[in-house]
């Protein structure tokens, strides 16, 4: 181990515990090859209790003491409360000055003008402008030369989203990634969880794969959706291909979804499906002109959800509500993501990884495929927010819809037993 | 290529167009640097007709064209229909000459004195053994010095089970393995299979592994034995270990499959099952003395299913039940399946390989699992034979359960209106 | 089964064994429901001869048989030859009559003014426009108003892609999808077709995902680029910005791959790198001006490589070299392919998928991927010319560099021996 | 929440923050409903320091507490460390009192007599039995009627394995399970693990399953015998048939690993692999008479590594040398593993499993395959202990033996240096 010369004294405040925050800050100060030392620790006594760290860090010289304290920082920890940011403006637009400060998902507050002001429109990987005594996340780009960007790590604080023990299980579903499990306890789970979210008055974006539909779960998935679960949809143009097809011709790229065989060679319903969308001219003018009877679409438009369609290189088609230009696509996804609080992925890994990059880690994320990598993958990207479940979708969400279907009716019973 | 100097020529007939056969016979000769000339070729004219071949194949020389013939056997290709066996007593127990002939799991003849015979107990890698004018499949290791064995090649044809094009759909499972499906589909199937099975006065077997109790799939397994539709289970110590531990304590190792949150560390009740079946002496003695009440093991002992139970190296206990003799559980397993028309795996690798060594190719296999790479395999072990469903196994048996119910509660309905 | 009353007489010819059509062809009609009777078969004697199909297919009525006959024919069957096409002009910009004629991916002959002409730009899911008596295939987003399409049946010939039987062992690896395979021997599969294109003077497309660089196969990815057997990369936004991210840095999304460790929280690098890049102003700038200095961008530039990088929703950045419209990267892609005669996938299924739609049936494929399901996946798209290997791509572009290290090595020392 | 009513004070020490092992206690007693107050702790004020809980933990009821400290237990809380043990004999043979104490794979002491004692033989779901005034594991089947047996949960105390920072990274490969990865660094610290070993003495053991043969892993990992790094093979019975089969006909399972084609239908060199076995007795008489002169068990004979082949439901043969009597294989690889202090487990979820259930969280664990939820299921068993990679088994230890023999040669390099 090297010699440590140089130190620092960081704070860090909350659930560090819970969170497995202390083991993380001793950990990264131990690969960076530093030596760290305890000045102070009071712990939470009880589960609500907050606890609060002194840590001196020492490590072998300022460059290195620079790099760790940055790597530090989303783990709560800041240096020098007392200093004020660093703000260079922008040299040109889309560039940064080499040492400008790159977001976490987490609540971030910074120092300006001696005042701790908290950071709007909280994501990962973007950059903080500073203007008319606020700041705001901003992509990369989006930077307008001359926008004064937040630089290096002084006064800064970030305060991670604390894993909550004991709320609804969603630990338990945290805990790991398997196939081995009973799915239906994590679909009443995962049901507890949109009840709760949209009785607390909060908004629900699904995201949602083409498998949805070839796997049978769109009749489920349209029962969510006309039970007011599903606020919005993002998704790409295969998704709504395919529930037009469905609609239209029973098939789902051509396997009759009754049947169960293949209709035709060559995907024809698929491209019969685009072309009668494209006749009418959107997917809103089919459901007026009675053309779209059933299914995801139609259900969503009737009850006016925000769906976003997100072109892809893989697309047939497009449709015509498809969105083709992805910096436009990006950003009518994160506009739909901008109030929401509760977000269920199901079987699309791409839409998935999108919708991840943008969420602030206060959101509850439920990610459902029957690919144990896709579930770790997407888990592993905000690990304290996101829960997920190896399954069948289609199974799933027939199984959701049946303990739906299951507690109205009950609900129902109850109701009318009260009168 | 090389030059081909020696030659013979083969026949074949049945249905070598549906079973890809002609097409596996043109590659094999390939494959092996041979030549090939269609000598005569009548195709069957509908659906129901045999086609038959007769095919003149050159190779290199002698040694190449042995192994050629000896390849092409497998597939239905015989060479000198005149010739008699060719038999050579065992030098010592579990030894057989070196050009002994290794069974496949087709349906043989052998021609022993003039007459074409039907090999007895037909099961893959095993020796013909001619006694008393009857030949039949024997395992290596039960060779008893002096048995007369079958070797070489000639006087022993091989009748490939065909793939039927239309029968109950059990083709189009066939056609791929893929997580995209409607499993509900899969699920109406498979029941289909399993009526017509029961209606041909057919026996079914199911390989389980303690997956199916991990996900919750125990009450509808247990549905399905109640129902009658369940001969044989064959399974390893964990299955058994876990149904008891469900039905005594309402975990699977240590997961509380009602609350879906971890019981115990250490895996405690797992050990108290064991315990308290080992204090009773056995499962049926648990039935007898009302320890055990309700699951898998409970219903298959009260309905006389053949329950075979064989170890392994990973096993807790064991039970006294399950047998930890590999050579006695092999063999108990095969009995088990010696009358058996249909088997149905769920999620269990290990048993299902070992099952699948065993039967004959005209009995047919379904086999779930939520690995993919699981279902290939067992698939690829006998591809004219099995479908695979890859699903949540414990969603499939809720399903399997659900499609069964509704349809007895349809037929009740319908023998009641008939009075 | 229905009682059959019309009927009508087909005609195919090829190797209609080894590409198992004529399996096909019988099963698409019993799936139909319908009958068949083979009123002449004509086997092809040897490995290289043709076969000849006249076949008389009967259905229930009108409708069914039109259906069965449109089915058929990507299996190489054709009805009334005499029969010139049936032309009818787009009613509109991208809507095309209700009967239109929907592609596959095999090469196809239309019947125009009594003669048979090639259809040009052969794809899948296109239709088919006729103008200046030539015929092309055009995606529908591309139909204008007045496009004569070609619509029903009559007078469409294909000619499905035959599979070979001999050829470099590629038949070996399309048996199955397996991880349990010895992955030096598909490698050298790989490597003896990827010299026998260029040899032929044929052009290679590779896709490749970002998992190549986070599993450190870039320096092996630049050893193909650099001795040129690559003609054209296909990738994502995310390729690029790990390559660069790894030449500037060191790094993989913050991971060391060197060391094994993390580097940094939140991704900065990855940020870092495209800041860096935007403010040169693309890669090719950053080549020229010295910034880039290694890598797969850095070797694909400097040898003038195709490179087209599409957008998706994932992206950050993007960086500027990225085509954030989806239909002109679709349209960039297409023209890449437009003369490439093999594609190698590596760990991407988004942009896999996208070239598979646009290939036609007789450019050879091989994809590589460690999950087994993607390989499947993809290799059902066009199962006569996709082999798939499933195995650690990082580890496979090293041995893949290994055996064309240790060639060029014997080449070098053969050619030197020889003076 | 429920009204907590009875309390008790539990203690731990130890590396509390490091491990985990804190959260870890407060979640579990907030999962039982119970609530914890923190009456004192000591913190680590290093990396090397430990730290000390005092903990008020409350629950509603006797039996619920009961409960909770059983479950802290294994965390490293123990309650009135002033008690002693409490022990009852056991009932009958394999039967023991319904509160006894089923153990972990902690190391493990108890309070008898008022003293301290470290318990023996340590591995999980087994017993403890005092006798001699000794205390030690032991399977519940070898217990024997009268066995003086641990009951409850006084006088206990587990010493959970901590997890260390900063050893040989192998933290690092703890952190994910994941297949994007650059392997190479992981063989690298795989290679210096192994050689840490040999360095202080220790026993390396191999668990590998027949997927290193198919593979092509058989002249690596035959490498690694050869250079002292294999004190232990754990396998079945696969894995030695398919070896010799290797080194006797250059197939498994009938394909030519040199050139990947399949060589004979029905696995004849399978069966003939094992009859030549046979006629010699076994595989020390076959490596003896000159038969076998390659592979891993050749390779493993002649180095007296202690090797023990495991029988299954699913073995072919089995040839003499497998252990079909499960109890006493397992027996037997409990022995083989008594002073093993790191094991490799290759491509062998089965063996795998068997071998985890008997070591203590001593010994470091690396698990290769290339299934990720293969994996991620061994890691689980024990986590602090396991390092998972997700790799073709083949190609890792192509790339183990390179970096071996390129290690070799500098270290020979080096040391004909120094002369």
New interface residues.
Partial sequence: MATSSVSEVVQAEGHL??S?L??AI??K???RNG????LH?D?????DEFSKLTLKVSVENESALG?LL??L???GCYAKPESDLKITPA??D???P?D?Y???NHRTYVKYEGMWIEVESQR??A?IVVADGRASCKK??DVRRGDRIVCGVSGIKISPEFRE??RL?F??MM????????????VS?VLAMLKQTKRDGGRVAFVAGP?VV???GSPYFADLIRQGFVDVILA?NALAVHDVELDLFGTSLG?D??????V?????N???A??AI??VGGLRQAVDEGLLNSGIMFEAIRRDVNIVL?????????LPDTI????Q??DR?ADALRDVSMVVMLSSM??S??VG?MLPSSVRVVCVD????VV??LA?RGSSQTAGI???V???L??LSMQLTGSSESANRERSEER
Same sequence: chains 1, 2, 3, 4.
């Fill in positions: 515990i819970d497995q202390l083991n001793f950990d100060v131990i690969e030596k760290f030392e305890v620790f712990i939470g006594r009880t589960n790099d940055e790597e920082m989303p783990l040299e040109a889309a560039c940064v080499d400008f790159s977001t976490t990962m990987d950059v990369l780009r023990r004991d299980g630990a338990f805990n790991d990634v398997s196939s081995e499990r009973r799915v239906e306890v994590s789970k498998v070839h796997s049978g790409g396997i979804l009754e049947a169960g065989v293949a035709e060679e060559g995907h024809k698929h491209m019969r685009i072309n494209n006749r997100a072109g892809s290189i893989r697309d047939d088609g497009p083709m230009d992805l910096v696509a990006q996804y791409l839409h990884i999108g990059n029957i690919n144990p990598a770790t993958k592993d190896v399954t069948d289609g199974l799933f027939h199984q």
